[in-house]
């Protein structure tokens, strides 16, 4: 089982959880789970999420296991 947690950064608040069974990339799993995000929002992914700038284009890259949200209201 896989799971996605998307956090808030600057409240660490849970913004969203999913589980996944079985073998399936990051990105796939964030498809599945149908989490849309604010245009204006930055999003920090590990490199399990590879395609996701055909998505969203406010993306940066690192290589912790983490997806960190951070919202500009």
Do not use: A, C, P
Not at 7 to 15: A, G, L, P, R, V
Not at 21 to 32: A, C, P, S, V
Request: charged share 25%; glycine share 4%.
């Amino acid at each position: 089982m896989k799971t996605q947690v998307i956090i808030e950064k600057d409240s660490k608040k849970i913004i969203s959880s999913y589980f996944s069974y079985g073998k399936n990339h990051d990105f796939k799993i964030l498809k599945n789970s149908k989490t849309k995000f604010l245009s204006e929002t930055t999003i920090l992914v590990d490199l399990g999420y590879q395609g996701i700038q055909k998505t969203y284009s406010v993306i940066k890259f690192f290589k912790s296991q983490l997806i960190i949200l951070k919202f500009i209201l």
